[in-house]
């Protein structure tokens, strides 16, 4: 066999499975033929199951770039309630799908100035994230779905987070939005989930630009991810129980995802040890499916149940839990 023939076999196995790839992805965002519940895509990072339904066509890059486009409505609204006491502004929040309102928070009293300026800066990223998202999809652009980032009641997606992870207990609020601590334990249960789903979808997307433009934004909710965690492990030197915080809101959300134990915390295998950035054991930060992301931000682990941080789900095509 020559050269050429042994090349073009090798780019035919590897089209093969970024196609098998993009199919997984679509299986797991509960679309095609059907869903089956608890499903993990190995395929995609996101675990290693095998029972897989198939399905007869892929996600398109715009339908990826609609999945990241609420993930990003979510984040946005978060740091722009906890920098000014409001959300986006209302010429940002239009498009395909249902609009829905934005349960709010209020401006958080920050008392260490570090934490005030990082605040600011992952706000101001996050809103350029979704104005970018949007003028790159254009007219297909989905609007923004209903969204509960609120911090005062204890049914609320932030307490039944907090509550599973047992920060909490029953009736109890817990309020992101009361002081420094509490906004970063509230901004560490999205910034590791945007990074994963960033790394999942990259391989999926044809159009260079826009897995330029995805590679970049990955890179950005990285940064924000190691301020977090840098901040929480930083001032857990004080207070420990930072530090079993974020510990506990990494296995809330393992329990949630997939049945691989991946999600990480902030500190290694002795509290003297830092685990600022989670990575497998070749050093690379781990992927997941769509369905592990919406398990999370639904706050379930069952299939094709919407609720959370988002009650009426995503908007798209890719917006069912797994």
Do not use: W
Not at 186 to 191: D, L, M, P, T, V
Not at 206 to 216: D, I, R, S, V
Not at 250 to 272: C, E, H, K, Y
Request: charged content about 15%; hydrophobic content about 45%; proline content about 4%.
């Amino acid at each position: 066999m020559n050269d050429a023939s042994v090349l073009m076999g090798v780019l035919d196995r590897r089209a093969d499975r970024r196609a098998r790839r993009r199919q997984f992805f679509r299986n797991a965002g509960g679309l095609g033929l059907g869903l089956i519940g608890g499903t993990l895509i190995s395929a995609c990072g996101g675990g290693s199951g095998n029972n897989v339904m198939a399905s007869t066509t892929a996600p398109t890059d715009e339908e990826i770039l609609n999945f990241a486009l609420n993930l990003e409505y979510l984040e946005a609204q978060f740091y722009q309630y906890a920098v000014t006491g409001t959300g986006l502004p209302s010429g940002m929040l239009g498009g395909q799908g249902t609009p829905g309102a934005v349960i709010g928070g209020q401006q958080v009293p920050f008392q260490d100035p570090l934490v005030a300026q990082y605040a600011k800066e992952i706000a101001r990223d996050e809103m350029e994230h979704v104005a970018f998202l949007r003028a790159t999809l254009g007219a297909s652009a989905v609007a923004q779905p209903a969204i509960d980032v609120g911090g005062t009641d204890p049914n609320g997606a932030f307490s039944t987070a907090a509550r599973a992870a047992g920060l909490v207990g029953a009736g109890v609020a817990f309020n992101p939005y009361a002081n420094d601590n509490n906004f970063l334990l509230g901004a560490f249960i999205f910034e590791d989930v945007g990074v994963t789903a960033y790394k999942g979808a990259s391989p999926l997307i044809t159009n260079k630009t826009y897995l330029e433009a995805a590679a970049g934004i990955l890179a950005a909710e990285a940064y924000h991810a190691a301020i977090v965690r840098t901040t929480l492990y930083a001032k857990g030197l004080e207070t420990p129980s930072l530090r079993t915080a974020a510990g506990a809101i990494s296995d809330a959300r393992d329990s949630l995802d997939n049945t691989v134990d991946d999600d990480q915390g902030i500190v290694g295998a002795t509290p003297d040890i830092a685990n600022i950035v989670p990575l497998d054991q070749n050093g690379i930060a781990f992927s997941r499916t769509p369905g592990d992301v919406l398990n999370i931000v639904y706050l379930t682990s069952a299939a094709a149940v919407k609720g959370g941080f988002f009650p009426n789900g995503v908007n798209g095509t890719l917006h069912m839990s797994s």
